[in-house]
């Protein structure tokens, strides 16, 4: 385990979220020139960052209606070329029979379903739904990674392969043992092992290495065969295949009914984050929870690392790829939604409860702060190697690049660190800076009839500086603006969602999200600081202490 001693950038994560506290109590009477500066630049940068995240969201949501447009439009026409009026209610059962034009037999799908203390039916229900695509017979490999530290795991998954015995080209169990050297547990580890066992059997049987496309799914995924097609499609419309990451949006809408409102609002949150993730022109951006990646770009970075700060599988494995390919590695968007479920348990309270556990789990992922700034510096990064031993500095990148892209991995590097410190800082800074900062300045500055002043008149900058003060009042016009991009952002999810739903899921409009539902955001302010600010902070803290976490699994009930 990677001491502090070891790799002083783990100060970073705790240094930001203790210093913003103590900023935020402390600068308007000690700093209060430095602090009103800093404060304006955050908020600016805070507004800045939200507008382009909306302004990407959009594109994203209006190219996830065009590839479901197009597919139904698509879907229509063999119907009627086959001398049936297809109707959207037959999509169906015509989603598994469709032929997609672009799709070939070359590729070979291996989906890694990483399972521990998962419910059974769950399981069965996921891997059903991948079942019904047309080409699961010929073309498909499940390898279904299982835990030997859960109990009666064999069990289940002979079970499970008795089920599905003539459904697929093969179907693979692996059981990740809990004591290799150097691993900590939880999905990551399980997907390496699975992934690293799962496809040696396949090419053990015969199955060319240039062929496998690893897809990573939760067990709660539904994966569309409109997914598997536009993997295929991209793939084959890819100048350099075998170096691209295929990434989806994620849709939270299989039992969104049936948990909390504050939970609902935390994943579509969530959810909305990733899709604006997913419009990068430089193809510089993370999967969360399903994506698809070749075997040999797997091979080549030496698949996934097992250590405790790879807690964050998905994004770790993009960062993994980006670095150990000096950029050559990119990030595909499939714009077609994998449909996941919400986190839920029996009772109001104790489904907040999973919430919250789930979400300090997820923020975890902060230690993927190091990791980047070491990798982007060219320093050894500390993980575990390819014989399963950790501790030891990882091997540099064996890639090597001309001038010209040298120069352009190093902008793109700069990219990639502000991209990973906007995703663990402004969760860890802004419930703090955005509901107390400008209030607690506010006291200090004017304070209330019957209050001593806290500073010296000679001393208060709204006072003494013009410039100072028309500074105060540009950061407080702007507090006024900083909600309006998540509005904005929640406005087109709203559609979206019920696009998503009737056109791809194919459920009635009183089966979707109605405007009833638009006062879920009430518990906006509850889901921020319960599943976000708190869990976030918590997460930069523990960076202190390195401790070892338990093998906790977000819980879900399935009828």
Known sequence: MVQLADDPFELLAPMICVGSFLLMLLGPIYLPRFWILCLSGYFLTFLATQINHLVKFYMTAKCIKKTINEHNAKARRQGQESGNLVTDSDLTEMESSLINSYSSDFLVHAFVVPSYAEPEALMKDTISRIAIHKKARTNYVIILAMEISEIHHRTKSENLKEYFKDDFLQFVITNHPSDLPGEARGKGSNISYGARKGTAEMIANGIEKNRIIITICDSDSHIPELYVSEVEKAFSRSADPYNRLFA??????RNCFKVPAAVRVTDITWSSMILANLSSSRGIGFPCSTYSISYKLADQVGFWDTDADAVGEDMHMMLKCLFKTQGQARMTPIFVPINLTNVETEGYFENLKARFVQAKRHYNGVADVAYTLRSALNLPTFCVDANGVGGSPASKPKVKLDENSCTTFWFDKIIIVLKVLETHFMPVTSGWLMFFAVPLMQFVFYPPQGYGPYLDPNMNPL???DFHLRVWNVLKFTTLFLPLPLFGTLGIYEDLHRFIDIELFKKTRNETRTWKNYFDYVSMPIAAWMFMTLPSNI?????????????????????
């Open 248 to 253: 989806p949006p994620i849709f939270f809408g």
């Open 463 to 465: 006072l003494t500086s």
């Open 539 to 559: 997460a930069s803290c523990k960076r202190l202490f390195k401790a070892r976490d338990q093998y906790i699994v977000a819980e879900k009930v399935f009828d």
